[in-house]
């Protein structure tokens, strides 16, 4: 391992030396310099956009949010709210003339209100948790969110009294209930995500709902601000059905609870027209499926009369946000690797305004963007395309595109980025047509031949996409060709193309990748005998999968994946949710389908130099996962080596230098067989 690392740093400092020498490609210290505009609120009256402006802290090494304005009409763009502290969430109130944001500025988080016209900043809650889901109420006089309420959790069993002075050791910690650790947050304090209001002015706030059960946001008020709607799963199984949420109206003067929907599947994401007659929101009827789309409704406000906007898409509905005459719904779906901002008026016809929404995934090129929308139906959104994160842009009520923000000018401006291709090609399984993307090294010359290097996406339903992606280009800066794609089993392509590895992943998918590879290799320049492999997560399970099917790569890297489906599906944290959804049974009822699907079932083949790397507070594919393959590898002389991550959870890349640190460890293992290949 101490010669891995060495190699890590070596190749770190020879690509920045070579960076100064050629004028620039991207590099791994460049990664402290991206910024990326995260969740655009445009004004009411749609003359200004406020958004988290995402920065890398070079020193703390973490993203840092910062909240700024931009002047849509002159593009004036000025900071609101900036310093070492993190600032998120703004809202503009429904007037325009306060922004309520979230901060830790005086330490734990609560909400501030800031007042546009001279600037003054008021903190309007004292909460003992992180508030979320931040909502004004349409009269401007109460802000509702979420908060975790915590809840008595103890031991029955009775301990003697302790001697003054002694010294025992911890108390136990009893654990009674079934999700009990979340990954990225450890061990779960017992309690539940309830809904509160405050006053926008300041004062005490108020619990509006009670219970066992978690309320998710978006919180949504009801014309009158005398009551909210939001989504839960307040049946006596949610644990054991965590799908089955509802929308619940809740009483803000008594907390009364109202359902709203009944069907068994998910109803979720409430938006209330201007005027109150009616709900949009998104579900379906939940078939234990592994995909299954989700649609755009909408209901009265009473309940009644529901009925899908999108049943003719095939494509997932989210975020909704009603127009402002109340005769038509915007939100977002993926389509092809792309993110589209669209409406749907209430007869089900369907229109796209914008694409290339998102950029906030800056390390690999997953979607993630957010939208709002003015009272005169402007709309703000992010925007991203191969060659930067997410900028923010405007669509006009005129229907223009206007891109406001270029955070990136100032290091792209001298950086050589790998341009991005787009290759179709057919699945030898079934002559199915798959999608991915090719990134070609700075200064690609095609007589030449180049490594290349398999990158797969997790998942496995979602997508990638022609979307910015540090990851990639800091491979494609190091030589080599990435091929990135979208086997069956991504998102974005239809319920038929999401759930053909239903029961059956991995399968299919690996003769997808195994032609993406060949189409590559038949354009003439990628070495045939140069081929590396990586991914994560679900990538990492495909990973895993190949190097036990073929021995045509010359080394690969298997982050944080599942190795053993038993294993995993009784360990992970949402263990509630694997065992029907991607299985016809529970690990003791059909065992055979664990086995045939567990990568670790081919570990007998394997033969390919295989690096594992998985961050150690990682609860969705636990640690353990990838310590099976990494022993079973070692059992049978097979080259291997282990990356543990401290602290990181299964979003390796969320600290910057775990970013860095991720690709580093990478190329130097690629590196060590790629140079004995060429000798």
Known sequence: MRALMTAVFSLLFAAAATSQENGGKFEAIDVFSLEYAADPQISPDGS????????????????????????????????????????????????????????????AAQIYVRWADTGQVARVTDVT????????????????????????????????????????????????????????????????????????????????????????????????????????????????????????????????????????????????????????YLGFDDRYQGYQVTELYVMDADGGNKRSLTSGLDRSAAAPIWRTDGRAVYFLYNDHGITKLAQATLAGDIEVLAEHIGGTAAGRPYGGGSFSAADNNALAFNITAPDHPADLAVRTRRGQIKRLTRLNDDLFGHKALGEVERIIYESSLDGREIEGWIVKPPGFDPEQSYPLILEIHGGPFADYGPRFTAELQLMAAAGYVVLYTNPRGSSSYGEAFGNAIHHAYPGGDYDDLMSGVDAVIARGYVDPDQLFVTGGSGGGVLTAWIVGKTGRFKAAVVAKPVINWQSFTLTADSYNFFYKYWFPGAPWEVPEHYWARSPLSLVGNVTTPTLLLTGEADFRTPISETEQYYQALKLRSVETAMVRIPGAPHGIAGRPSNLIAKVANILAWFERYRASAAD
């Open 48 to 107: 200004r956009v406020a958004y988290t402006r995402i920065t890398m802290d070079i020193m703390a090494d973490r993203r840092r949010g910062n909240i700024w304005e931009v002047d849509v009409r002159s593009g004036g763009h000025r900071p609101l709210l900036s310093g070492t502290a993190h600032y998120s969430s703004p809202r503009w109130s429904p007037d325009g003339t306060r922004l309520a944001y979230i901060s830790r500025a005086e330490g």
């Open 129 to 280: 948790a992180a508030p979320g889901s931040l909502t004004w109420s349409p009269d401007g006089r109460w802000l509702a969110f979420t908060l975790h309420v915590p809840a008595e959790s103890t031991s029955p069993a009775a301990m003697p009294k302790k001697p003054e002075g002694a010294e025992w050791a911890p108390p136990v910690t009893y654990i009674d209930r079934l999700i009990y650790r979340g990954d990225g947050q450890g061990y779960l304090e017992p309690g539940f995500s309830h809904v509160f209001v405050a006053p926008a002015d300041g004062g005490t706030a108020r619990q509006i709902t009670s219970g066992d059960f978690d309320h998710e946001g978006p919180i949504a008020w009801a014309a009158d601000s005398g009551a909210v709607f939001v989504s839960a799963n307040r049946h006596n199984d949610n644990e054991l059905d965590p799908q089955n949420s509802e929308i619940y109206r809740i009483s803000v003067a008594d907390g009364a609870v109202t359902a709203l929907t009944d069907r068994h599947g998910p109803d979720q994401d409430p938006a209330i027209s201007a005027d109150g007659r009616r709900i949009a």
